[in-house]
């Protein structure tokens, strides 16, 4: 479109004024402006408009001769000195007017807000109409619309926001922060009674590093507010947001207290573990011992008594430990390979005794298509089984015992997993319905007087409960009151491994290699004198010569001095533990070609305490209350790099 300013020449101007600009210039400055120009006649008809104008309205809409109320629409006169339209208010006063803001709707729908100003036009003494000067507001007002929203933003948060200086004067507040300081009689509009008191500090440092300080907690009064603090950039000013951390603060206390009260809980348990097996290791140790004495009936009797019941408070203490690592969430399984006929044979030989004593039949049966060797826990297997035989044992008084195992379909789709379906089924006194609602429950049994007729703590089907689910399993029990009860579990094993045949020689054991000749030299390290005894009378009646030490110092001084074919190291002792010991028995031999076997002696029973004891570099673990099979089987060297541990006379072997 063609913009008309008139002719594009001037006659030539009179008299001195030359400094007048010319059309040229008139049409330059139209044509670079960065306002929107319209120019009308007296009848505010548009004649022409400059580029900025012409994008305004809009690039393609030809607006020459249309007039300027039609096209921009009424100017509202509220807030204005005039009452009239502005531009005819213009054209008839020879006034500048001004409108600072007014809503457009443009052709095409859009809206817009401009500020206009009305410069009247003459010629001669008359009026010829009118420019308009329009500026589009709608960014300029969009800009402050935004910093308005930002400034809601910081005044509206229920969290306290402050700017200060680089002198740590507190530059702005928000309502929160104000009324923060407003709160309490420990603050009274003390800045510094809101903040950590090296504020100062922090303030500078992150000038300095121009980096967030994060998380500075501070209680106040009741409340505990974590500050953020941030710098603005080159304006050496700091923004702080507090947020009110109280109910994280609790729960984080709430939570270390309970992690604090289960760390105390697991290390009380352990203390009583071993502290109840040390005694136990004792009575079972000198009961075993007194057994292979000449005794009278009466005397026998009653020395197997106490043995029974010697070994029924070690189940019970093995009951209450499983039942701790359950509730802490750390029992886990272990992996090895499992003989499932061996296992049943030794569970049903464990129980006969007292089955024969009550006249009970025990009778197994065993599906002819289970593997002779699968891999799972057979220690775990072996306790769930031998728990369900006992009670049922227990809780019949005629009749037997069933046990069957059979392999039933896996419903895991791509798994290798055999899974075997258990049953205990006895003729006993059977279980209500009410009763196997809350049967597998931790201390729970069928009713009080059940406890009182037959003892137990009630733990034991809610440990072999949960021991089958991690077994990848379930227990059922079907019951019916005065005709027995049937208990049915399944548990998910793996196939056996199959294992080239080894032609390595199998370590003799202490027993094998005794020789009166040439007797063993074992070195125990027992701070308690009852252990001491037991341990010393076991292994001399397995034909080995035995020396007693007292502490872990001992023990290092004493195999500095003398060649043992093996130690006997108790854990928990005096000055020296068994555990340091063992390490600086081992950094000793460090760059020779020795290798005491170590074996430890631990009233710690767990999978833990084991490792924790083949970490410090024993080589294997006789738990508390030891055994004379137990130390039977143990081999003086468990390391497969010792070729010989006969014991040589004198000098280093």
């Known amino acids: 479109m063609s913009l008309s300013f008139g002719p594009t020449s001037d006659p030539a101007p009179k008299g001195n004024l030359s400094w007048l600009p010319t059309r040229e210039d008139t049409f330059l400055i139209l044509e670079s402006s960065g306002e929107a120009i319209f120019v009308t006649d007296r009848e505010g008809r548009i004649l022409s408009l400059n580029p900025v104008a012409q994008q305004l309205v809009g690039r ?45 709707n443009r052709a095409d729908g859009s809206g817009l807000e401009i500020a206009a100003t009305f410069w009247p036009r ?15 507001l709608t960014a300029e007002r969009e800009a402050e619309r935004d910093v308005q929203r930002v400034a809601r933003l910081a005044e509206d948060a229920p969290n306290p926001i402050v700017e200060f200086d680089e002198d740590s004067n507190m530059l702005y507040a928000n309502s929160a922060m104000v009324e923060l300081l407003n709160h309490g009689t420990s603050i009274q509009g003390r800045v510094e009674a809101v903040f950590p008191p090296n ?6 440092h992150c000038l300095e590093s121009q980096q967030p300080t994060v998380r500075l907690e501070h209680r106040v009064e009741d409340c505990v507010l974590a500050w953020s603090l941030f710098p603005l950039g080159d304006s050496k000013q700091v923004r702080a947001y507090g947020t009110d951390i ?43 011992l007194l057994q292979d004495t000449a005794l009278t009936d009466p005397q026998r009797q009653l020395l197997e008594t106490m ?8 189940v019970l203490v093995n009951d209450i430990l499983d039942f701790s690592k359950i509730e802490a969430g750390k029992m886990t399984l272990e992996v090895a390979d499992v003989e499932i006929r061996p296992l049943i044979a030794d569970v049903i030989t464990l129980t006969s005794e007292a089955a024969k004593k009550k006249g009970l039949i025990v009778q197994v049966e065993l599906a002819p298509d289970i593997p002779a060797e699968l891999r799972g826990d057979s220690i775990r297997l072996r306790q769930v089984l031998f ?21 039933v379909p896996c419903h895991q789709e791509n798994s290798d997993a055999i899974v075997l379906q258990w049953t205990v089924k006895d003729t006993g006194i059977g279980i209500t319905a009410d009763q196997q609602a809350r049967l597998f429950g931790a201390y729970s049994q069928a009713e009080v007087s059940t406890a009182r007729r037959y003892g137990g703590t009630g733990l034991g089907l809610m440990i072999c409960c949960q021991l089958v689910e991690l077994m990848g399993g379930a227990m059922m029990v079907e019951s019916v009151p005065g005709k027995g009860s049937s208990f049915t579990y399944m548990t998910s094993l793996l196939p056996a491994i199959q294992r080239p045949t080894s032609t390595q ?40 010569q035995v020396e007693v030490a007292r502490n872990g110092w001992e023990a290092v001084n004493s195999i500095a001095q003398a060649t043992y074919d093996a130690v006997l190291m108790d854990c928990e002792m005096p000055e020296m533990n068994g555990y340091e010991a063992t390490q600086e028995i081992r950094r000793q031999e460090e760059g020779t070609t020795r290798h005491l076997p170590i074996i430890a002696l631990t009233g710690h029973a767990s999978s833990e305490d084991e490792q924790k004891c083949r970490q410090a570099g024993m080589d294997d673990v006789v738990p508390k209350p030891m055994t004379l099979s137990t130390l039977r089987a143990k081999p003086p060297c468990v390391r497969i790099d010792v070729v010989r541990v006969f014991p040589k006379s004198g000098g280093e072997r």
């Open 60 to 104: 393609h809409q030809d607006v020459i001769g249309s007039v300027f109320h039609e096209l921009v629409g009424c100017f509202s006169s509220k807030g204005e000195s005039h009452r009239d339209c502005p531009l005819e208010h213009t054209v008839r006063t020879g006034e500048v007017t001004m409108v600072s803001s007014h809503q457009w």
């Open 122 to 136: 003459s010629q001669g003494m008359g009026p010829v109409g009118a420019i308009v000067v329009c500026r589009d």
């Open 199 to 204: 504020l100062a500090d922090v303030l500078k």
């Open 246 to 288: 109280t109910a994280d603060v609790e729960l984080r206390r709430a939570k270390d207290a309970a992690e604090e009260s289960a760390r105390a809980k697991a290390i009380f348990l352990a203390t009583m573990s071993h502290e109840l097996r040390t005694p136990m290791n004792g009575v079972l140790g000198c009961t075993q």
């Open 307 to 314: 043995h029974r019941s010697a070994e029924s408070l070690l």
């Open 387 to 407: 728990n369900l035989v006992g009670n049922a044992i227990k809780f019949t008084e005629q009749g037997g015992i069933h046990v069957s195992v059979k392999i």
């Open 505 to 544: 020689t199998v370590q003799p054991s202490i027993a094998s290699m005794a020789n009166p000749a040439t007797p063993l030299r074992i070195l125990v390290a027992d701070d308690n004198e009852i252990n001491q005894v037991v341990a010393c009378k076991f292994l001399q009646k397995l034909g080995c």
